[in-house]
């Protein structure tokens, strides 16, 4: 176990200093100000993103009992990118780009955690986590429907800064937004911990975890209030971001050879922040960036047909 810590560990960092030469003035060492606002603030959003998606996919898969449940699943994002669009209709073309994008970001962060609050108050009501997954599910379609509506409604300067916020970036944080995404990704983390020893018995059912003693809608309770909070930050931040919260826990399991949750947790963050390193790699290698939800689409969409196949 501390093996593998140790060469994850290493391979993030070693990933985390490539990352760091990659970007548009080519391969290679930058001077100061690029890399101090640009490519540290882009590698640090894509640790932090991809460490804190992967957890909340770990406790959503071990939720629903479900391989392919990701942190998206409960309309999180959807509700973001409500924001988003919303924002959209708000922001003149007369406005800077810059202020048009932190409308925008501003904007996702609301629709985010006011779906979040949303989910966790319907968590609380619910002992079922199928029903709970269908609310979630119905609930991402009423917001995407939402979003569409928006969408045709707007202009077309409007939809070219909502579609560059939905393509996913980790470019363009500030150490400020930087900082509201590690202390989300704390409170998530610190959640995970108090509550990994109900997620493991949460694996067996909820008939099991409640003849053990344990409370499963106090679990699902805690669990989603965690993940809809990292995975509400980093959505507003760096856009809908997919694969990587479903791929990162089963890489995490095969590695430890074990669903410990107390095991399975820091192999999971480390996997996350590695894949994300990589989709941000890729995406700067072409002559034109490409957005890094298509570079994680990329990694991402391989990986989880072979554990289709291996079911």
Request: net charge positive; proline share 4%.
């Amino acid at each position: 176990m501390s093996r593998t810590l140790t060469l994850l560990s290493l391979a993030v960092l070693l990933l985390a200093g490539l990352d760091l030469c990659c970007g548009g003035a080519g391969l290679g060492i930058p001077d100061g100000v690029i890399f101090n606002k640009i490519r540290l603030p882009r590698a640090l959003t894509a640790v932090l993103a991809g460490a804190s998606l992967s957890l909340a996919g770990l406790q959503m898969q071990t939720l629903f009992r479900n391989p392919l449940a990701d942190p998206h699943i409960m309309g999180v994002s959807a509700g973001a990118g409500t924001g988003a669009a919303v924002a959209t209709l708000l922001v003149g073309t007369s406005l800077p780009a810059a202020l048009s994008g932190l409308t925008v970001v501003a904007a996702a962060f609301i629709g985010a955690l006011l779906t979040s609050a949303l989910v966790v108050l319907v968590a609380s009501r619910m002992r079922g986590a199928t029903t709970l997954l269908i609310f979630g599910v119905m609930l991402g379609f009423v917001f995407s429907a939402v979003t569409s509506i928006l969408e045709y409604s707007a202009n077309a300067e409007s939809l070219k800064v909502f579609y560059s916020w939905s393509a996913g970036s980790f470019t363009g944080n500030g150490f400020d937004g930087i900082a509201l995404i590690a202390a989300a990704f704390l409170v998530g983390l610190a959640l995970a911990l108090i509550n990994n020893r109900n997620l493991d018995v949460a694996l067996f059912g909820d008939e099991y975890a409640a003849m053990t003693g344990s409370d499963p809608s106090r679990t699902r309770m805690i669990s989603m209030v965690g993940s809809c909070v990292m995975a509400g930050a980093v959505t507003a931040f760096c856009g809908p971001l997919g694969f990587v919260g479903i791929v990162a826990p089963h890489i995490a399991r095969a590695l430890t050879g074990s669903s410990v949750h107390i095991k399975t947790i820091p192999v999971t963050l480390l996997t996350g922040a590695g894949l994300s390193l990589v989709a941000d790699i890729l995406s700067q290698v072409f002559p034109t960036p490409l957005p890094v939800g298509s570079t994680m689409a990329i990694i991402g969409a391989p990986i989880i047909v072979y554990i289709l196949l291996r079911r």
